[in-house]
């Protein structure tokens, strides 16, 4: 098989879905390669927050990229409905980042100060103010940082909303087909070498979540990236527990349609390993219980973990391969898949069309990092 | 335990769960009780069409129902959304009723005129037209019955948007709670026992579908009904095949959001067990190639089967016990449970407040019916 | 229809095809009925232990049943296999009741010496020797109850050989078809009506296990039964981590064939609800840790919950309906079901026989009990 | 992590974990490295049929080979009980490979004739003696090749019981680590590179399957094996409907313990997408209708599909890379890896221990063989 494409993307995730769907809406013919099943990996593990202001710091080369990604949110949710009929079940009710410690509440104040700064909604919530907004959080919380527009999605729903839309467009997606190997000439990229044969395309795009770094090597890049395992589980309630998301320092509450919450995500480095442990089974409970502890009520649902891709200094690679034309790379997403992925999507997009953007310095792929984890 | 209650409704369905929303709409204390888990039966299985031309003849007393009932759906649709934040994914693209041989094409032809003499909208597409239409349908096919109005949603997520709306209303809703018989003083209903103890109220609405009945002989009522069985597989697609729901006798083909078809549903009487049968999926297959003969080509996703209740002349029971003022029974929704959720919920909610209709006298529980299976 | 059986067995558990298998053995006609799937509830939910030493007291009137009971497996074992082709699974390596404090140890040195003077095996391992055993325990451990003979098997591959054994001898069996009522003539059983129909037989064995009392209360019996959820989570290992089966106040840990460790369970009474609580699988996580810090790093598997037919003083019913003849019960065997099905079948085919027994007399069902559960 | 290990087996299905179980069991120090779950694809995809006889010709050089695995499985079954508590589900109830033609029958009576020539027991069964052992199968029978000794095992606890015994014996396994490179010194292996590092090791054995071919081209060896994709499914049946495996071209029947039927396979060749069709189901519904009426009233179970890995002739893989010392291949093994899995794991550990064995030459890797599909 030798088809031609306008662009290829290894990688069915959601930020490859993005991509595709970006590319698609510019009338280019695009292939997805997926080497398991579509958004099977790190897409559908993820709570979904889109945290631009509850995880980063206002002077983070990422903030203002992530902020302008969330905010594409509210559109994209008709956008995706109504091509491929899928909800991404946005839900825009705010986060509450929390203080435990006075500690904490310090630091919290003084980011909502730097965040107002910034132009951007923030606001302290004492004690007696989070018992008027979410009365069931524990009562030993010293107060928390409101971030009004910190929304949260179904992240399995809007990888498929992606991809489905990308599929009405034209897209083409084979899933269970792994790339082994990139075709260049002259260093110019002319292809893949795939399990079930060669695709030609003088645009091909690794969105690989945290397996990109395997597949770059063979096109002699060596991205410092490291597989970081997150631990999840979900309980079923009746009537909702809160309306916000809950986020402290090593735990977060996201409260779904239709009755679950999400409770997550343990932080354990270099590994592919997706089993959950009992470990971090236990240590979110405990976190997860001093919170909100009417969580102790409600039904056990299930387990997961998904792998994502952490760089050396905490931020994503966008750009194109220093030494092969076409070759682009867009991963190092961490925590940040679901929030960055439209924003990916459009970036990855104007790469391809030649339209690079000097913003994007800060995420180009040879820039100095080191290894963050030993 | 003993809460006295405006309303008992006994079954989780999404029978038990529109009354419920709409008698909490109305301001009552509503308590549901479930047996097993919420909408753990037919109102799962079900494929969630909303045939109410497909399925029904305009002289039957259904029929104008039906209408009126699928007629409630947009509105219902933005309502359970606000309320409950969960999408029952309703798509409005039609249904074609195909014919596979002369004679039904010219049955359907009758049926259209019929339909539009009593101001609905229908018309005959013929071979031709199909192609157009629904390029990949078969070419063997006769022509086709187009209903541009009967539309389809998510069968669960209706159960799920009616439950969780009703709770954000205030209903309380009891999982694995069996109720074993009524309370009744000089022949008016004053509560239920449960496996775990006594509720009272002056109202008690079963609802329990092809469950209902056994209750019911412990309240000296004998409504003659069926259980019946449907067994369902359903496919995935990347693209997809069809748009609108395919519907011929013995066969529909449904296609859901996200690249899912739905195809059912065998019939089988007289019974109450759950298990698919390869007979039953061989029958399918064999039906569906005919109709979609793309069909070969897609992913198996899984089989299911749900249990429907079917009456002695094929309209539901909608009505108070004779002998017993305040236990109201609505069951016998057979294949349209789903369509007549809506104004099944609204109906009995008219009825718990005493505003009984004429309209309603041809479901009411007296009538005369006998079995239709041996 | 309306065949003729020499028995019908209500309930398609452990209990009621242990009592097929034995009725079959004995060239018996059987119908076994169950309401959902055979093993659906407790049978499939136990952790599979057979404790009778480590369970019950000396003086108790099950102790020596249990352990006949008991010491009938692994004759069983071979007999199921060769009739079936399933393996139960029956590990003997022994049970360790460990104290985790001075007072349990001075109860259990107590338990040792009276059960020593019974003539059953058993001994004090100190926390040294402990160390030895079972080195990955817990260093705190006071000591341990050492029972060489209390093994344990695969619950659900034991209901599973029971079953697919006496379908190998001719039983029938019919899933998804629930009793509703009995047929009696002059105070003598004729058989049972069922959602199916009538079947007859001069002979019907109630073993429905928590479901039962409601079942017989329709024959007038009213027997004290308490529903009592226990909750359980299992964990996956490499190479094992213990080699006994690990019981102590509140937490159990059962080292299954394959790499599994069963934790169990909690004991929550009055409820049929088979949900899963954070509550419950934190309690069971904390326990199971303070035994085996180990199992920290363990991969965790699953969660399920079983309801188990807790009565008045903790002791089984058996026995003949007073007021109908040829109405058997047979249930109440809460923790203890699957330790005690192979002396149940062999006991209740007796009765069937009408081979009464005077031993049985503690069991019986016109015994005076109270609740104990409020 | 670098440790130095005598064999690092790169693969955790039954071919793997033969190896491990045989190296172990010498004394050596063994590490298993799998890329995603032990035992994940084709091992716990087959059906499990041991079909030297059926399956290969008397004059095939795997034929000797296959009945020597075959004559393995008693003992084994009885030595991993053992070390690992876990049954294999071997049933030695023999094959029948039947004829739908008249042609087909004078095939397999001439295949029987070669083999009863060669030693091997297999006798011809008319249409009557069918009936007689067999009665619930097809009257259109032609007759059938009754082979006494290809019995049938369960695939995942053989690969289960194989694993778990290593580990009992002191093998290390790791999954989730996938092996990108080979560590080479002057032609001597030295090592692999994998997602996690680098682990040390003299002797490496490449046991992944269908996927062996792309690690191996790393190592300059380009074999010929092509990825075939076979589909399977499963129904539940109560009392037996036959008792020994029923073989026919393309379509088999594997009775397992508990009352499952396996139907396999399709053959589906160059593919690593393991989705089932709607059409490779509809296939074998026929094909096994066609055998076994009776199985329409079966319950379904489920569907499933496995990679297999074929060769150019047919024959698999066994030896050292000719410029690579240490670097051990076992793969190719097709529809035959269960069978030979023993014989495979004795195999290669000879190899590892420098035992080569003349007999093997015709399974060497620089054959020359030429592609089967295009």
Redo the contacts between chains.
């Keep these: 098989m030798n088809s031609v494409y306008d662009a290829i993307i290894v990688g069915g995730g959601v930020i490859g879905g993005s991509i595709a769907f970006q590319l698609a809406k510019r009338g280019k013919r695009v292939l997805v390669l997926e080497k398991d099943r579509l958004a099977g990996k790190a897409s559908s593990a993820a709570a979904g927050m889109l945290g631009a202001q509850a995880e980063l710091e206002a002077d983070d080369p990422l903030f203002t990229l992530a902020n302008r990604s969330r905010g594409m949110f509210p559109a994209l949710e008709k956008e995706l409905k109504e091509s491929?009929?899928?909800?991404i079940?946005l839900?825009n009710k705010g986060m509450l980042k929390v203080a435990l410690t006075n500690e904490q509440a310090a630091g919290l104040q003084n980011k909502i100060k730097t965040q107002q700064a910034a132009g951007l909604e923030a606001e302290w919530l004492t004690a007696a103010d989070i018992r008027k907004a979410e009365p069931l959080l524990a009562n030993a919380l010293k107060g928390a940082m409101y971030i009004p527009h910190d929304g949260q999605v179904s992240a399995a729903k809007l990888a498929?909303a992606f991809t489905?839309s990308a599929?009405?467009l034209g897209v083409e997606?084979k899933?269970?087909?792994?790339v082994?190997d990139f075709l260049t000439e002259n260093g110019v990229i002319t292809g893949v070498v795939t399990?079930?044969g060669e695709f030609s395309s003088e645009n091909v795009i690794v969105a690989g979540g945290a397996w990109s770094a395997?597949l770059l090597?063979k096109a002699g890049i060596n991205l410092v990236t490291h597989?970081v395992k997150g631990e999840c589980f979900s309980?079923?309630t009746?009537?909702p527990l809160i309306e916000k998301t809950i986020f402290s320092d090593g735990c977060y509450l996201v409260p779904k349609?239709?009755?679950r919450i999400i409770v997550g995500a343990t932080v354990k480095p270099?590994?592919?390993?997706?089993?959950?442990?009992?470990?971090?089974?236990?240590t979110l409970?405990?976190k997860?219980?001093r919170l909100l502890p009417a969580?102790?009520?409600?039904?056990?649902e299930k387990?997961w973990a998904g792998i994502r891709p952490q760089t050396g200094d905490g931020l994503p690679y966008f750009g194109e391969h220093p030494a092969c034309k076409g070759l682009f790379i867009a991963t190092g997403h961490f925590r940040n898949g679901i929030l960055l992925s439209p924003i990916t999507g459009v970036l990855m997009a104007d790469m391809v069309e030649g339209k690079p953007n000097q913003e994007w310095s800060a995420f180009r792929l040879d820039r100095s990092v080191q290894p963050i984890f030993s």
Excluded: M
Excluded at 175 to 178: A, R, S, Y
Excluded at 295 to 300: A, C
């Design positions: 491929s009929g899928v909800d079940e839900v498929l489905k599929e009405e997606i899933e269970f087909v792994e082994c399990t079930v395997f090597e597989p309980v079923l009746n009537r349609i239709g009755g270099n590994t592919f390993n997706q089993q959950v442990s009992i470990d971090g089974i236990a409970i405990e997860a219980t969580i102790k009520g409600t039904e056990w387990t």
